[in-house]
Protein backbone atom coordinates (compact mmCIF):
# COMPACT_ATOMS: atom_id res chain seq x y z
CA UNK A 1 0.00 0.00 0.00
CA UNK A 2 1.25 3.59 -0.82
CA UNK A 3 2.28 5.71 1.78
CA UNK A 4 0.46 9.00 0.93
CA UNK A 5 2.04 12.20 2.68
CA UNK A 6 0.53 15.73 2.57
CA UNK A 7 1.46 19.38 2.95
CA UNK A 8 0.37 22.55 3.07
CA UNK A 9 1.41 25.04 1.24
CA UNK A 10 0.41 28.77 0.21
CA UNK A 11 0.43 30.10 -3.23
CA UNK A 12 -0.20 33.68 -5.19
CA UNK A 13 -3.79 34.31 -7.27
CA UNK A 14 -3.57 37.39 -9.66
CA UNK A 15 -7.11 38.49 -9.29
CA UNK A 16 -7.09 41.50 -11.70
CA UNK A 17 -7.90 44.05 -9.16
CA UNK A 18 -5.34 42.73 -6.49
CA UNK A 19 -3.02 39.70 -5.41
CA UNK A 20 -3.38 37.67 -2.73
CA UNK A 21 -2.66 34.36 -1.39
CA UNK A 22 -4.45 31.26 -0.50
CA UNK A 23 -4.04 28.08 1.18
CA UNK A 24 -3.46 24.81 -0.64
CA UNK A 25 -2.21 21.40 0.58
CA UNK A 26 -0.60 18.57 -1.91
CA UNK A 27 -0.91 15.01 -1.92
CA UNK A 28 1.91 12.68 -3.16
CA UNK A 29 3.44 9.49 -2.43
CA UNK A 30 6.04 9.36 0.31
CA UNK A 31 8.42 7.76 -1.81
CA UNK A 32 8.76 8.71 -6.11
CA UNK A 33 9.77 5.80 -7.74
CA UNK A 34 10.96 6.30 -11.16
CA UNK A 35 7.89 5.47 -13.05
CA UNK A 36 5.96 8.12 -10.87
CA UNK A 37 8.52 10.69 -11.47
CA UNK A 38 7.75 10.86 -15.29
CA UNK A 39 4.18 11.91 -14.49
CA UNK A 40 2.89 14.90 -14.44
CA UNK A 41 1.85 17.07 -10.99
CA UNK A 42 -1.69 17.11 -11.12
CA UNK A 43 -4.18 20.55 -9.74
CA UNK A 44 -7.71 19.49 -8.34
CA UNK A 45 -10.01 21.75 -8.67
CA UNK A 46 -13.84 22.52 -7.85
CA UNK A 47 -16.23 24.75 -7.98
CA UNK A 48 -18.85 26.26 -5.55
CA UNK A 49 -18.09 25.07 -2.27
CA UNK A 50 -15.56 22.46 -3.60
CA UNK A 51 -12.37 22.43 -2.82
CA UNK A 52 -9.29 20.41 -0.88
CA UNK A 53 -12.17 19.98 2.41
CA UNK A 54 -14.51 17.93 0.40
CA UNK A 55 -13.61 16.39 -3.23
CA UNK A 56 -10.22 17.35 -3.59
CA UNK A 57 -8.88 15.28 -0.47
CA UNK A 58 -10.54 12.38 -1.86
CA UNK A 59 -9.37 12.52 -5.71
CA UNK A 60 -5.77 13.87 -4.35
CA UNK A 61 -5.41 10.62 -1.89
CA UNK A 62 -6.55 8.36 -4.76
CA UNK A 63 -4.09 10.11 -7.25
CA UNK A 64 -1.32 10.01 -5.10
CA UNK A 65 -2.23 6.45 -4.35
CA UNK A 66 -1.05 5.64 -8.36
CA UNK A 67 1.89 8.32 -8.17
CA UNK A 68 0.37 11.37 -8.45
CA UNK A 69 1.38 14.87 -6.84
CA UNK A 70 -1.62 16.24 -6.58
CA UNK A 71 -1.84 20.17 -5.10
CA UNK A 72 -5.69 21.38 -4.66
CA UNK A 73 -7.23 23.80 -2.68
CA UNK A 74 -10.34 25.86 -1.58
CA UNK A 75 -11.57 28.54 -3.16
CA UNK A 76 -11.66 31.66 -2.21
CA UNK A 77 -14.49 32.69 0.33
CA UNK A 78 -14.94 28.32 1.35
CA UNK A 79 -13.55 26.76 4.31
CA UNK A 80 -9.62 27.42 4.65
CA UNK A 81 -10.03 30.50 2.64
CA UNK A 82 -12.86 31.30 3.94
CA UNK A 83 -12.17 35.02 4.57
CA UNK A 84 -9.73 36.10 1.67
CA UNK A 85 -11.55 38.24 -0.82
CA UNK A 86 -15.09 36.62 -1.30
CA UNK A 87 -16.70 36.86 1.97
CA UNK A 88 -18.55 40.16 4.11
CA UNK A 89 -20.83 40.66 6.51
CA UNK A 90 -23.90 42.91 6.39
CA UNK A 91 -26.93 43.27 8.26
CA UNK A 92 -25.42 40.47 10.73
CA UNK A 93 -24.80 37.92 7.98
CA UNK A 94 -22.31 36.54 6.47
CA UNK A 95 -22.45 36.58 2.72
CA UNK A 96 -20.32 35.10 0.51
CA UNK A 97 -19.47 36.24 -3.18
CA UNK A 98 -19.19 33.04 -5.40
CA UNK A 99 -16.96 33.99 -8.83
CA UNK A 100 -16.52 31.87 -11.63
CA UNK A 101 -13.52 34.58 -13.01
CA UNK A 102 -12.04 34.22 -9.39
CA UNK A 103 -12.22 30.92 -9.53
CA UNK A 104 -10.46 30.73 -13.52
CA UNK A 105 -7.95 32.93 -11.79
CA UNK A 106 -7.16 30.84 -9.23
CA UNK A 107 -6.55 27.80 -12.02
CA UNK A 108 -3.94 30.08 -12.47
CA UNK A 109 -2.10 30.60 -9.61
CA UNK A 110 -2.38 26.85 -9.24
CA UNK A 111 -0.55 25.83 -12.26
CA UNK A 112 1.62 28.93 -11.70
CA UNK A 113 2.68 27.48 -8.41
CA UNK A 114 2.83 23.57 -9.75
CA UNK A 115 5.11 25.17 -12.63
CA UNK A 116 7.73 26.80 -10.12
CA UNK A 117 7.60 24.15 -7.11
CA UNK A 118 7.44 20.81 -9.49
CA UNK A 119 9.29 22.29 -12.46
CA UNK A 120 6.97 21.58 -14.99
CA UNK A 121 3.47 22.45 -15.93
CA UNK A 122 0.51 20.02 -14.43
CA UNK A 123 -2.32 18.37 -15.52
CA UNK A 124 -5.55 19.58 -13.83
CA UNK A 125 -8.53 17.44 -13.31
CA UNK A 126 -11.76 19.50 -12.16
CA UNK A 127 -15.03 18.60 -11.04
CA UNK A 128 -18.89 20.68 -12.11
CA UNK A 129 -19.18 24.38 -11.42
CA UNK A 130 -15.09 23.77 -11.12
CA UNK A 131 -14.75 22.32 -15.02
CA UNK A 132 -16.15 25.59 -16.33
CA UNK A 133 -13.38 27.93 -14.47
CA UNK A 134 -10.75 25.48 -15.40
CA UNK A 135 -12.22 26.09 -18.99
CA UNK A 136 -11.94 29.74 -18.54
CA UNK A 137 -8.14 28.92 -17.85
CA UNK A 138 -7.35 26.56 -20.69
CA UNK A 139 -8.92 29.17 -22.88
CA UNK A 140 -6.69 31.82 -21.32
CA UNK A 141 -3.50 30.02 -21.90
CA UNK A 142 -4.03 28.88 -25.23
CA UNK A 143 -5.02 32.84 -26.14
CA UNK A 144 -1.91 33.81 -24.44
CA UNK A 145 -0.20 31.43 -26.89
CA UNK A 146 2.40 30.44 -24.34
CA UNK A 147 3.07 27.04 -22.22
CA UNK A 148 -0.60 25.22 -21.77
CA UNK A 149 -1.34 22.54 -18.88
CA UNK A 150 -0.24 18.97 -20.06
CA UNK A 151 -3.63 17.33 -19.98
CA UNK A 152 -6.67 18.39 -18.58
CA UNK A 153 -9.85 16.28 -17.17
CA UNK A 154 -13.17 17.93 -16.56
CA UNK A 155 -15.93 16.23 -15.05
CA UNK A 156 -19.53 16.22 -15.00
CA UNK A 157 -19.24 20.22 -16.57
CA UNK A 158 -22.28 21.66 -17.79
CA UNK A 159 -22.42 25.14 -19.30
CA UNK A 160 -24.22 26.96 -16.28
CA UNK A 161 -26.81 29.05 -18.02
CA UNK A 162 -28.47 25.31 -19.29
CA UNK A 163 -27.69 24.62 -15.78
CA UNK A 164 -30.92 26.87 -14.64
CA UNK A 165 -33.29 24.34 -16.45
CA UNK A 166 -33.76 22.66 -12.89
CA UNK A 167 -35.76 25.56 -12.21
CA UNK A 168 -39.96 24.92 -11.53
CA UNK A 169 -39.75 28.33 -13.01
CA UNK A 170 -36.39 29.44 -14.51
CA UNK A 171 -37.54 32.22 -16.54
CA UNK A 172 -39.42 34.10 -13.44
CA UNK A 173 -36.27 32.79 -11.38
CA UNK A 174 -33.88 34.59 -13.53
CA UNK A 175 -36.30 37.99 -14.00
CA UNK A 176 -36.47 37.92 -10.18
CA UNK A 177 -32.79 37.72 -9.29
CA UNK A 178 -31.46 40.23 -12.19
CA UNK A 179 -33.27 42.37 -10.34
CA UNK A 180 -31.52 42.17 -7.02
CA UNK A 181 -28.85 44.42 -5.89
CA UNK A 182 -25.34 43.10 -6.25
CA UNK A 183 -24.99 42.66 -2.25
CA UNK A 184 -28.43 41.20 -1.80
CA UNK A 185 -28.16 37.89 0.14
CA UNK A 186 -29.96 34.94 -1.19
CA UNK A 187 -29.86 31.23 -0.22
CA UNK A 188 -27.17 28.88 -1.49
CA UNK A 189 -29.77 26.19 -3.17
CA UNK A 190 -33.56 25.80 -4.57
CA UNK A 191 -35.09 24.67 -7.48
CA UNK A 192 -37.32 26.89 -8.34
CA UNK A 193 -40.21 26.71 -5.42
CA UNK A 194 -42.35 29.42 -5.03
CA UNK A 195 -40.95 29.80 -1.49
CA UNK A 196 -37.35 29.36 -2.82
CA UNK A 197 -36.90 30.45 -6.12
CA UNK A 198 -34.54 32.79 -5.57
CA UNK A 199 -31.60 30.47 -4.37
CA UNK A 200 -27.93 30.26 -6.30
CA UNK A 201 -27.42 26.90 -7.25
CA UNK A 202 -30.46 24.83 -8.51
CA UNK A 203 -29.52 21.72 -6.36
CA UNK A 204 -32.59 18.87 -7.18
CA UNK A 205 -33.50 17.74 -3.23
CA UNK A 206 -32.51 14.10 -3.91
CA UNK A 207 -29.17 15.55 -4.74
CA UNK A 208 -29.16 17.87 -2.02
CA UNK A 209 -29.97 15.40 0.58
CA UNK A 210 -26.87 12.85 -0.40
CA UNK A 211 -24.59 15.62 -0.41
CA UNK A 212 -25.58 16.87 3.06
CA UNK A 213 -24.89 13.69 4.25
CA UNK A 214 -21.63 12.95 2.24
CA UNK A 215 -19.53 16.59 2.13
CA UNK A 216 -21.08 17.80 5.70
CA UNK A 217 -19.32 14.54 6.32
CA UNK A 218 -16.20 15.54 4.60
CA UNK A 219 -15.80 18.82 5.86
CA UNK A 220 -16.68 18.27 9.85
CA UNK A 221 -14.04 15.52 9.73
CA UNK A 222 -11.78 17.96 8.48
CA UNK A 223 -12.40 20.08 11.04
CA UNK A 224 -14.14 22.69 8.95
CA UNK A 225 -17.88 24.43 8.70
CA UNK A 226 -20.39 22.17 7.74
CA UNK A 227 -20.51 21.76 3.99
CA UNK A 228 -21.64 24.25 2.31
CA UNK A 229 -19.63 26.70 4.17
CA UNK A 230 -21.83 29.35 3.52
CA UNK A 231 -25.61 30.40 4.87
CA UNK A 232 -25.67 33.50 2.08
CA UNK A 233 -24.41 34.11 -1.38
CA UNK A 234 -24.83 37.40 -3.23
CA UNK A 235 -27.29 37.99 -6.01
CA UNK A 236 -24.22 39.10 -7.87
CA UNK A 237 -23.45 35.55 -7.64
CA UNK A 238 -26.09 34.33 -9.51
CA UNK A 239 -25.53 37.11 -12.18
CA UNK A 240 -22.34 36.88 -12.79
CA UNK A 241 -22.10 32.81 -12.94
CA UNK A 242 -25.10 32.58 -15.67
CA UNK A 243 -23.19 35.00 -17.80
CA UNK A 244 -19.57 33.08 -17.48
CA UNK A 245 -19.77 31.20 -20.48
CA UNK A 246 -15.88 30.33 -21.63
CA UNK A 247 -17.02 27.03 -24.01
CA UNK A 248 -17.94 30.17 -26.56
CA UNK A 249 -13.82 30.48 -27.19
CA UNK A 250 -13.47 26.89 -28.13
CA UNK A 251 -14.50 27.01 -31.74
CA UNK A 252 -11.56 27.01 -34.06
CA UNK A 253 -9.20 27.70 -31.27
CA UNK A 254 -6.03 26.27 -31.14
CA UNK A 255 -3.34 25.68 -28.35
CA UNK A 256 -5.21 23.54 -26.44
CA UNK A 257 -4.43 20.55 -24.31
CA UNK A 258 -5.36 16.98 -24.87
CA UNK A 259 -8.58 16.46 -22.78
CA UNK A 260 -10.50 13.30 -21.07
CA UNK A 261 -14.11 14.23 -20.94
CA UNK A 262 -16.12 12.48 -17.74
CA UNK A 263 -19.76 12.33 -16.83
CA UNK A 264 -22.08 10.17 -15.38
CA UNK A 265 -24.89 8.47 -17.07
CA UNK A 266 -26.99 8.84 -14.61
CA UNK A 267 -25.87 12.52 -13.95
CA UNK A 268 -29.75 14.15 -13.28
CA UNK A 269 -28.04 17.19 -12.22
CA UNK A 270 -25.50 17.90 -14.50
CA UNK A 271 -26.69 16.30 -17.82
CA UNK A 272 -24.40 14.12 -19.89
CA UNK A 273 -25.85 15.66 -22.99
CA UNK A 274 -23.28 18.93 -22.03
CA UNK A 275 -20.27 16.87 -21.68
CA UNK A 276 -20.58 15.36 -24.93
CA UNK A 277 -21.30 18.82 -26.40
CA UNK A 278 -18.20 19.87 -25.12
CA UNK A 279 -16.14 17.10 -26.53
CA UNK A 280 -17.83 17.36 -30.39
CA UNK A 281 -16.35 21.37 -29.95
CA UNK A 282 -13.31 20.25 -28.14
CA UNK A 283 -10.87 22.05 -30.62
CA UNK A 284 -7.88 18.86 -29.43
CA UNK A 285 -7.35 15.49 -28.71
CA UNK A 286 -10.15 14.49 -26.57
CA UNK A 287 -10.39 10.73 -27.12
CA UNK A 288 -13.14 8.94 -29.63
CA UNK A 289 -15.61 10.09 -27.35
CA UNK A 290 -16.82 11.61 -24.26
CA UNK A 291 -16.38 9.28 -21.23
CA UNK A 292 -20.11 8.37 -20.23
CA UNK A 293 -19.48 6.32 -16.96
CA UNK A 294 -22.64 3.56 -16.10
CA UNK A 295 -24.45 3.48 -13.11
CA UNK A 296 -22.61 7.00 -11.85
CA UNK A 297 -24.76 9.81 -10.66
CA UNK A 298 -23.28 13.45 -9.70
CA UNK A 299 -20.90 12.48 -6.86
CA UNK A 300 -22.57 10.09 -5.18
CA UNK A 301 -20.13 7.57 -6.19
CA UNK A 302 -17.58 9.94 -5.23
CA UNK A 303 -16.05 7.42 -2.14
CA UNK A 304 -13.63 5.62 -1.48
CA UNK A 305 -15.07 2.43 -1.46
CA UNK A 306 -17.11 2.81 -4.78
CA UNK A 307 -16.12 0.64 -7.84
CA UNK A 308 -17.25 3.50 -10.15
CA UNK A 309 -14.77 5.74 -8.33
CA UNK A 310 -12.19 3.58 -8.72
CA UNK A 311 -12.52 3.00 -12.21
CA UNK A 312 -13.18 6.37 -12.84
CA UNK A 313 -9.20 7.14 -10.94
CA UNK A 314 -8.16 4.56 -13.34
CA UNK A 315 -9.34 6.03 -16.36
CA UNK A 316 -7.45 9.41 -15.40
CA UNK A 317 -4.45 7.63 -14.71
CA UNK A 318 -4.53 5.84 -18.29
CA UNK A 319 -5.30 8.79 -20.49
CA UNK A 320 -2.87 10.71 -18.88
CA UNK A 321 -0.17 8.36 -18.92
CA UNK A 322 -0.71 7.82 -22.50
CA UNK A 323 -1.72 11.48 -23.53
CA UNK A 324 0.02 13.83 -21.34
Given amino acids: MTTITTKE ?69 FFSNKYVRNTCESGGKVITNVSLEDQKNEVLGAVEWAREHFGEMPAVASWAMGSVASLGAVVELAAAGGEQIRFWVPMSYT ?37 TRLGYYPLDPDTQAY ?62 SESVRLHNNYPADAGPCALIIANMQHGQQNQVDSPVFQSMIQSIDEAIRARA
Avoid at 212 to 235: F, H, I, K, N, S
Fill in 159 to 195: NIRNLQGLRADKAAADKDLLQLADDAAIPPFDTGTRE
Fill in 9 to 77: INFTVNYGDETLSLKGTVFQPDQMDAASQKLPPVIFNSGFTGGVTMYGQLFGRALAARGYRVMTYDVAG
Fill in 211 to 272: VDQQLGGYTEAGGADRWPGCAYVTAKSYTSYVAYNPEQHIEGAKGFPPALIIHGADNTLHMP
